[in-house]
């Protein structure tokens, strides 16, 4: 690259196995004068960058719910809400939703709770990988949060087959719900 223009990479990232961290890598280069550059980079990838979503309806999420019980398979964690923050209502929920269906890619599955304080989804977690038919390896990911607005806190439950989808999904499920304010 020559002296003050610019270079673009496109980088292509295909996920091989489930992850709960960014990725990340090194950019190296050499100016003209010789000097060493080294920089650390993360990447800006989070597990739901590669969800395909998924409708099921109440029967069929309970079911799937249910059959993914046990400690390895799910992640929960409780988030109390700041308390300069404005009160859980049921457009902070729909912003919530929005966020699972539009930010996370997962297929909202309504009707799951008889209340506007829980929201369900599933989806499909998609790899490169291969397993030995040559077919790609995927994960079924359900997701379920669960606002308690007199309390101004949420409770994040993620299950899947693997630990680090049901960990990952619940970190950015946090972090989310948090920027919904």
Not at 29 to 35: A, I, N, Q, R
Not at 144 to 168: I, Y
Request: aromatic share 6%; net charge neutral; with cysteine.
């Amino acid at each position: 690259v020559a002296t003050k223009t610019q270079a673009k990479l496109l980088i292509l990232v295909e996920v091989t196995a489930p992850f709960d961290d960014a990725p990340s890598m090194r950019i190296r280069f050499d100016t003209e004068e010789g000097e060493h550059h080294e920089y650390p980079l993360r990447l800006p990838l989070v597990a739901t960058c590669f969800m395909e979503p998924v409708k099921l309806d109440p029967g069929a999420f309970m079911q799937r719910w249910k059959s993914l019980e046990g400690q390895e398979r799910e992640c929960q964690e409780v988030m109390k809400l700041p308390p300069n923050a404005p009160g859980i209502d049921e457009d902070y929920m729909e912003r919530v939703a929005n966020i699972i269906v539009n930010g996370f890619k997962f297929g909202r599955c309504q009707g799951v709770d008889p209340t506007p304080w829980t929201v369900s989804g599933a989806a499909t977690f998609r790899t490169g990988a291969k397993d030995m038919n040559g077919n790609n390896i995927n994960v079924g990911c359900l997701v379920r949060v669960e606002a308690n607005p007199k309390a101004n806190a949420f409770r994040v439950t993620t299950r899947t087959l693997h630990p680090l989808c049901s960990k990952a999904i619940k970190n950015v499920s946090l972090v989310s719900i948090k920027l919904a304010m």
